[in-house]
Structure formats: C-alpha cells, structure tokens
C-alpha cells in the first residue's frame, strides 16, 4: 500500500523556519515525482514545489522561491521541504503528493495525485 505521512508543522513566529518532512512507503521511492501542496482556509489548494522523479528537477510556486528548499533522501524514502523566513501567508495545511506513475516530470504538479494526510503550518505576525 502506497503511503505517504507529513511531519513538521508547527506554529513559528514570523522570520523563523521549519523542516517538513514526508515519509513515503509502499513504493520505489526515487522513481516516483514527490511534491508539497498546500491549502489556507478560504483558499484553493496550491502546488509549492516539487521534485521530478525523471530528471531531478525541482519547481517552486513564485511566493516561495529563494525562501523554500525541497530535497530528497533516497535512502530514508523522505523527502523534505526547509521553509525559511516564513511569512504569515505561508499558514496552510502542508500536503505531501507523489505521482502514481513513474518517471514523469511534476512540471504542472499535475500527475501529483497521491496524497498523505496535511502537517499544520502556522506563521504568527
């Protein structure tokens, strides 16, 4: 069974930082597209970065570019997103995603369809 599970969140002030992590199982980790979504109250669920399982890319929402990193560890099938100099619009439940298929590009984060259960993230002003 295809499992994916976010840790990580948490309240932090303003300026400050936090490591999401999402543990995956039940797949061939490094063949399969990972990314991070995530969804504030009263607003659409939104693609922040992901890492492409064909090439190695990675692709970053334009509000979080130069603040956010996101990063995989084949061995420990984690794959991690260091968010710095958090804002209070950065508050959202953090999904994790992977691609059901293997080796496709998450350009689009379109083929992100598999999904973990959302960490809190909560940025205080």
């Known amino acids: 069974e295809v499992q994916l599970v976010e840790s990580g969140g948490g309240l932090v002030q303003a300026g400050g930082s936090l490591r999401l992590s999402c543990a995956a199982s039940g797949f061939t980790f490094d063949d399969y597209s990972i990314g991070w979504f995530r969804q504030a109250p009263g607003k659409e669920r939104e693609g922040v970065s992901c890492?492409?399982?064909?090439?190695?890319?990675?692709y970053y929402a334009d509000s979080v570019k130069g603040r956010f990193t996101i990063s995989s560890d084949n061995a420990k099938n984690t794959v991690y997103l260091q968010m710095n100099s958090l804002k209070p619009e950065d508050t959202a439940l953090y999904y994790c995603?992977?691609?059901?298929?293997?080796?496709?590009?998450?350009?689009?984060?379109?083929?992100?369809?598999?999904w973990g259960q959302g960490t809190l993230v909560t940025v205080s002003s």
């Open positions: 995603a992977a691609d059901p298929v293997p080796l496709r590009s998450c350009s689009g984060y379109r083929y992100l369809e598999v």
């Open positions: 890492i492409s399982s064909n090439d190695g890319s990675t």
